[in-house]
């Protein structure tokens, strides 16, 4: 699409995903097996035909950086257009931090003016979707509106997590409430906009900080034509522990209502250059997703192994998400557990057992297990759920080798261990 | 270490006892490994070992080759200086057309080596599986001052008349040399078709060769024998690793399942040494609900929801409920029906098996009707994009034609049977 410059907000530090996102931003969570989290709406973008994306990134830029680079994977190294990362950056005038969503653009709003789009694509980078944005332009031009936010259909007891957006008959935006109690409506903002170029350059000279509270939420009450366009296919927010682990148990499913196999919108990635995982005789597995570059001896069950991951003889993984690279050591059993890359599970470990509730102030985790990247955990150790490893964990935060319900171990730095 | 350094890959190759595999593809695009083809073993052995700056000699099929090395991403050979060049016979480039043999084909694109300034040129053949640093091939070569070094390696008794045989000296100086040498030999060290030479002598020899009306211009026939009857400095570098010529479906399928090894022939995982190749965009495995996979290999894009054992399947392979493969391989995308029962067979590309066929059916071992000295171990080949009907058995060693369709089967294949297609007449 000619006139249409996407932008990815992809700055959320993701405090909600503990250590998974402590040294990357959420956006390059890796998800579902080989992804990261970003490349569903860089595909989408793509398929979509929309060849001019920036994307707004804050936190930890490096992981991003790294994994977009000059926009290969998507057909988004283009000689004019294409991907750029878009960094807070000093001037002598100012040197800001984004200060929110809408803040981000506005700081990069001088990107936008020399190309001139005339529309806006606002996308979220941790959203798990597919979708066609050609049919919310569609939806758009239509309706002459000015703002057309993307809504989709929630269950009445789940609005307190969304933004709840109730319309007329013809679609225009009434209200928009961020995460009511209750609410009269089912249609939850997905945080997908289309804002024609000139409406929302004018909300921006506000200074706004939030795109919702300073932009969508002033524009729908000054009578603008914002309006809602619903989308119907399957869409999750992975910011959270919860939402993570949902989404990723979603895809493992036997009758999982979005799979990664669709040859006509396939999810597009930085490719990793491993070889077919090798299977060996002793190896039982079932309703699982499983990388290149996995090898596996020991039983996997509902679980997600990324690239590079080894099960060796004996061990038991269930209902675990298995980033790269992780060697799950003989004999020991890992379940309701996301562990990180580079962790080591010791032979005859236990990781994610126990049932306790444990205490409410850790509700966030969901219940699970969370090991931080690098963290190794002894042979024979156990780690009882709900606990959160931090990144680089190692013998001395085990207690007689068990980590109880309820802990969190804090990061280490990896230049605590030169002293 | 880049500099300075050129290599040609011979690529040309029919492979004729590949049989199906290489009717409609050169040999070193015949698919190896699980997502591999043959040719990145080579490709990714010189730009590990530092050259960056290839010609790829084409002539048989090249379509598919091409398009698999398009402009040399995946081995970072897209370059502004040097890169992958793809040579395919130019009519009336020189005095014949199609390259006679593979020193004629260097012969004929000697202009590349003339415009470069090299010492030595490195000459390859894209038909074999083996990891190793051409480095220390360039370092042996310099230590012996020789005008040619063979990398040779030691071959089993029985398959010496399959090869070249070198006989040495002490320091490695190449005494005697026999193309597939019948009758007793007294040497086992092969020739694996990996050259160096000084460059300004290759060019001599190669005009010197290219005169002679009793050559068949071909390193191996003639250039070799030569220079070693002559006393020429002709090394042989002796390569202490794995080594693979699949150049039959024997030996092809036994090399592709040595991979399914706890200890595999080449650790295809060694980040030092990555085998590099084009890869679609494919989701991870999926392994299904009532699946059983053992002692196999399977690439990105398979879906598995039905039982394989000892086998490879090659990216985006689908297998469905109830249905069984042992000990085969599986090219992309094959689909493989509920209830289809694969056994000792390889299945091309795009290839559709209806539910409940029987593939490698029996005991019968009859060689096959067309190729039977390539097709009698009890393997079953199946061509690209063949479509089998649901239900019907096919008897070991039966060759099932690429693109054949439902219609051209009348009746159960049996041992050693053949069903051609519409396209194996040109």
């Known amino acids: ?419 | 270490m880049s500099s300075g350094r050129y290599a040609f890959i011979l690529a040309g190759g029919v492979g004729s006892r590949l049989c199906l595999l290489s009717e409609r593809r050169a040999k070193p695009a015949v698919p190896f490994g699980g997502k591999y083809r043959i040719i990145d073993f080579t490709l990714s052995n010189c730009v590990n070992s530092g050259i960056f700056d290839i010609g790829v000699l084409t002539q048989y099929r090249p379509t598919s080759l091409n398009q698999h090395i398009g402009i040399g991403r995946p081995w970072d050979l897209d370059r502004s200086r040097g890169g992958v060049q793809l040579l395919q016979p130019t009519p009336g480039a020189s005095q014949s057309d199609w390259y006679q043999g593979t020193a004629d084909a260097i012969y004929q694109n000697l202009l590349h080596l003339k415009r470069r300034r090299v010492d030595e040129v490195l000459i390859l053949s894209g038909d074999h599986i083996y990891k190793m640093d051409y480095n220390i091939l360039y370092g042996f070569h310099r230590a012996n001052r020789a005008l040619m070094t063979v990398a040779v390696t030691e071959v089993p008794e029985k398959d010496v008349n399959q090869f070249g045989i070198l006989e040495t000296g002490p320091n490695g100086r190449v005494t005697a040399f026999k193309e597939k040498p019948r009758g007793p030999v007294t040497s086992r060290l092969a020739s694996m078709g990996v050259y160096l030479f000084d460059r300004d002598a290759l060019i001599r020899w190669l005009v010197e060769d290219a005169g002679r009306s009793d050559s068949t211009h071909d390193f191996g026939k003639d250039i070799l024998p030569r220079l070693v009857e002559r006393g020429e400095g002709v090394f042989a570098y002796r390569f202490p690793d794995y080594w693979q010529d699949v150049g039959t479906l024997d030996s092809y399928y036994d090399a592709n399942l040595a991979f399914l090894s706890a200890e595999p022939p080449l650790d295809l995982h060694d980040p030092n040494w990555v085998i590099h190749t084009q890869s679609a965009d494919r989701p991870p495995v999926r392994v299904e609900h009532g699946a059983r996979v053992r002692h196999s290999m399977m690439a990105n894009g398979c879906r598995v929801a039905g039982e394989v054992t000892n086998s490879v399947l090659f990216p985006g392979v689908d297998v469905a409920p109830g249905a069984v493969i042992r000990d085969s391989i599986v090219m992309h995308d094959t689909v493989i029906g509920p209830g289809a029962i694969i056994e000792k067979a390889i299945l091309d590309k795009d290839v559709v098996i209806g539910s409940g066929a029987r593939i490698g059916f029996g005991t019968e071992m009859s060689p096959n009707r067309a190729c039977p000295e390539h097709l009698s171990s009890g393997l079953v080949l199946v061509g690209k994009r063949a479509r089998v009907p649901g239900g019907i058995t096919i008897g070991r060693n039966a060759r099932i034609g690429a693109s054949v369709t439902e219609d051209d089967f009348t009746a159960p294949v049996p041992s050693g049977g053949v069903v051609d297609g519409p396209e194996s007449m040109h």
């Open chain 1, 1 to 419: 699409m000619q006139n249409v410059m996407a932008l990815v907000l992809s700055g959320g530090g993701g405090e909600r995903l503990g250590v998974l996102s402590a040294e990357r931003a959420v956006s390059a969570l890796p998800f579902g097996g080989k992804y990261r989290v970003i490349d569903f709406s860089l595909s989408n973008c793509c398929h979509s035909g929309i060849d001019r994306v920036g994307v707004l990134a804050q936190h930890a830029p490096a992981s991003l950086n790294d994994h977009i680079g000059a926009g290969r994977p998507w057909d988004l190294d283009r000689r004019g257009g294409g991907v750029v990362i878009l960094q807070p950056y000093q001037t002598r005038s100012h040197a800001g931090w984004y200060r929110g969503t809408a803040d981000a653009i506005t700081q990069n709003w001088d990107y936008l003016e020399e190309r001139r789009p005339e529309r806006v694509l606002v996308l979220s980078g941790d959203h798990v979707y597919r979708m066609d944005y050609r049919a919310l332009f569609l939806a758009h031009e239509q309706r002459g509106a000015s703002v057309t936010m993307a809504v989709t259909r929630v269950p009445a007891d789940q609005s307190r997590r969304f933004g709840m957006v109730t319309t007329d008959k013809g679609g225009r935006v009434r209200t928009i409430e961020e995460k009511p109690e209750r609410s009269t409506s089912q249609s939850a903002n997905m945080g997908v906009y289309v804002f024609e170029f000139d409406v929302l350059g004018e909300m921006l000279r506000t200074r706004p900080v939030d795109l919702v509270l300073d932009v969508l939420r002033p524009l729908v009450d000054a009578g603008e034509r914002v309006y809602a366009h619903e989308f119907g296919g399957y869409w999750e927010d992975v910011g959270t522990v919860a939402s993570y682990y949902r989404a990723s148990m979603e895809l493992v499913r036997p009758e999982a209502r979005f799979q990664l196999h669709d040859a006509r919108w396939p999810i597009l990635t930085r490719d990793e250059e491993r070889p077919a995982a090798l299977v060996s005789d002793a190896a039982e597995i079932e309703d699982s997703l499983i990388a290149n570059g996995c090898r596996i001896d020991g039983t996997v069950r509902r679980s997600i192994l990324f690239p590079g991951v080894r099960v060796a003889a004996g061990a038991v993984v269930s209902d675990a998400v298995v980033l790269a690279d992780t060697r799950i050591e003989a004999d020991s059993r890992v379940e309701r557990a996301i562990l990180d890359k580079y962790v080591r599970v010791g032979e005859g470990a236990v990781v994610g057992d126990g049932d306790e509730p444990g205490p409410l102030e850790l509700n966030w985790l969901g219940g699970l297990v969370l090991v931080g990247k690098d963290t190794w955990i002894p042979p024979g150790g156990r780690v009882q759920r709900p606990a959160s490893l931090g990144v680089g964990g190692r013998y001395e935060d085990f207690v007689q080798g068990v980590v109880t319900p309820g802990t969190i171990v804090p990061n280490r730095r990896w230049f605590e261990e030169l002293r």
